[in-house]
């Protein structure tokens, strides 16, 4: 974190008065605050072809317990946005990370996949609260390139997350049953809670939005019919789908179709996971100062082509499966911290409502992602499925990417 002290000066006057985390601490705390949702998924894959033993399950059932974490966690960053933009920061994500801990002892104590479904419902709407917070937190205290680098030093240390996730679930369920997982969470939310506590408001009391509650949400309006900013998002939420079908394939595929045990799915996990955490680092160093255009064609071109070797080979072995796939996740890595500061820097004001569409769309494309990826299980080769996926929801936003070029629609530091 040193290597951030030289962009003090482009930091806002919010992040100066963090005089109990300092500006170290809020880096971890916001680093921190990325990873509940990796956390949240990765950590449990290895148990999930166990979990349906232990239930009685459907593999489509259980996976439920991946769809609806992901999809009331995208919806509940839209509420989230404009509470904190009206409220304020701090109380916001103090009662997420309550919500987030208390959610995760229920997943620890549910005797019925019914009840596990539930707890999951509300463990997501802790951890939308955690991100979405934690991203409007970034420009409430950084601006200029400082919060270039320090999106790219998040998703950096954040990608430890998924790298280790599956690996500390895979030696937890080699003593433990799968309850120890969400244990785990639950400490990791009581972590969490107490920065949040030792946490500074950052967003000053005039800029909050006045008026009643539903009148924040009248900027939901505002930025939807913002074509510079909505069409950006949904163009880089697209790749989410294939991104999350993999999150929910990934153990049937490496257990299921390559018969690789528990701990074995675990490291190839994780070595995914590592080359995707060098991809913010990789784009700082030679794409930061690209033009930008480029470089969002470039990602959504060569991601079309890891889906089609994916659809060719990916089936061969489990080696080939994991270099068609970790191409395509390094790139989605090297495409976040420039799509994400890029349409941050499209609107000004109601970073909250900003930060909550962009997380919103990201998981609730991702959702639909899980929805096609678990039904696909025992109707179509699932390797062949999620190559498709990874196709088709690259390649048309190449092409929706070049059309917004050409058009007239302005673009802040792309055009």
């Known amino acids: 974190m040193d290597s951030f002290s030289p962009l003090h000066s482009q930091q ?42 232990f239930f009685s399950a459907s593999t489509a059932i259980t996976n439920l317990t991946l769809t609806v974490f992901f999809l009331f966690y995208g ?64 420009k409430d205290c950084f601006i200029g390139s400082a919060r270039e680098r320090i999106l790219a030093f998040i998703y950096t240390m954040g990608g430890l997350a998924p790298m280790l996730a599956p690996v500390l679930g895979g ?31 950052t967003q000053p009391e005039a800029e909050r939005c006045q008026g009643r509650l539903k009148d924040s949400f009248h900027h939901f309006h505002i930025l939807l019919n913002k074509k510079s900013f909505i069409i950006p998002v949904l163009l880089y939420a697209s790749p989410m789908i294939p991104f999350m079908g993999y999150i929910a394939l990934s153990s049937y595929i490496y257990e299921g179709f390559f018969g690789l045990s528990e701990q074995a799915y675990s490291l190839y996990f994780a070595a995914n996971a590592l080359v995707c955490m060098l991809s913010p680092t990789v784009y700082l160093r030679f794409f930061a100062n690209k033009a930008k255009a480029m470089v969002g064609t470039l990602i959504f071109f060569v991601d079309s082509i890891f889906g089609a070797l994916m659809l060719c080979f990916g089936s061969f072995a489990p080696w080939t499966f994991w270099l068609c796939f970790v191409g395509f996740g390094f790139l989605n890595g090297t495409c976040r911290t420039f799509s994400v500061n890029m349409i941050l820097d499209q609107h000004q004001g109601d970073s909250g409502s900003a930060a909550a569409l962009i997380a919103s769309s990201g998981i609730l494309f991702g959702s639909v992602g ?13 390797v062949s499925t999620l190559g498709a996926l990874m196709l088709t929801f690259c390649f048309l936003p190449l092409l929706g990417w070049r059309w917004f070029l050409k058009s007239s629609i302005p673009c802040i530091g792309v055009k």
């Not at 509940?36 to 990765?42: A, C």
């Not at 990826?373 to 699932?382: K, R, T």
């Open 12 to 53: 806002t006057e919010q992040a100066e008065k963090q005089t109990i985390l300092g500006h170290k601490g809020l880096i971890l705390f916001l680093v921190l605050s990325n990873t509940f949702v990796p956390l949240s998924t990765d950590m449990y894959l290895p148990a999930l072809p166990n979990m349906s033993e």
């Open 75 to 138: 919806i509940a960053t839209i509420f989230w946005g404009p509470f904190c933009d009206k409220y304020g920061r701090r109380p916001c994500i103090i009662l997420g990370a309550a919500c987030y801990t208390l959610a995760s002892l229920a997943c620890f104590l549910a005797d019925t996949i019914q009840m596990l479904i539930a707890a999951r419902i509300f463990q997501a709407i802790g951890a939308g609260a955690i991100i979405t917070i934690s991203i409007a937190i970034v």
């Open 171 to 201: 030696q937890i369920l080699r003593f433990f049953t799968w309850r120890y997982v969400f244990l785990t969470l639950a400490l990791m939310g009581v972590l969490c809670l107490s920065l949040a506590l030792c946490y500074k408001e």
């Open 370 to 382: 899980t929805v096609l990826a678990s039904f696909s299980l025992g109707s179509f080769p699932i």
